[in-house]
C-alpha cells in the first residue's frame, strides 16, 4: 500500500548539479526519519544523507559541502539536492523512510532507485 516513487536521476558533467525527489504514497500515518542512500556496482548500499522529521541532517564525509537533503512533510516528500557533482557520485541512488502505515505498524520502506551518473 506505502510506496516511496523517486525521480531527478540522469546523466550530468561533472561541476553539475541533480535534485533528486522521493514521494511517499499510500495509507500514510506519519513519517519519521527520511534518507537518501547510494550504491554503485559491485558495492555496499551506503548512507548519503538523513533527515528527522524535524529537519536534523546528517551526511556522510563524501558528500558534505556539495548535496543538501531537505523534506517537506506536507507532501511527504525528501529531497536531494546534488551539487558539484564528481564521478565518483556516480550510483543508484535510494530513498528510505521510516513509515507508520493504516496498520499501525512502523517499517522502513525503500523507493526503487534513480541511476544518477557524472561523466564528460
Known amino acids: 500500500q506505502v510506496q516511496l516513487m523517486e525521480s531527478g536521476g540522469g546523466l550530468v558533467q561533472p561541476g553539475g548539479s541533480l535534485r533528486l525527489s522521493c514521494a511517499a504514497s499510500g495509507s500514510i500515518r506519519s513519517i519519521d526519519d527520511m534518507g537518501w542512500y547510494r550504491q554503485a556496482p559491485g558495492k555496499q548500499r551506503d548512507l548519503v544523507a538523513a533527515?528527522?522529521?524535524?529537519?536534523?541532517?546528517n551526511y556522510a564525509d563524501a558528500v558534505k559541502g556539495r548535496f543538501t537533503i531537505s523534506r517537506d512533510n506536507a507532501k511527504n516528500t525528501v529531497y536531494l539536492q546534488m551539487n558539484s557533482l564528481k564521478p565518483e557520485d556516480t550510483a543508484v541512488y535510494y530513498c528510505?523512510?521510516?513509515?507508520?502505515?493504516?496498520?499501525?505498524?512502523?517499517?522502513?520502506?525503500w523507493g526503487q532507485g534513480t541511476q544518477v551518473t557524472v561523466s564528460s
Open positions: 528510505n523512510a521510516e513509515i507508520l502505515p493504516g496498520a499501525l505498524l512502523w517499517n522502513k520502506y
Open positions: 533527515i528527522t522529521r524535524g529537519g536534523s541532517r
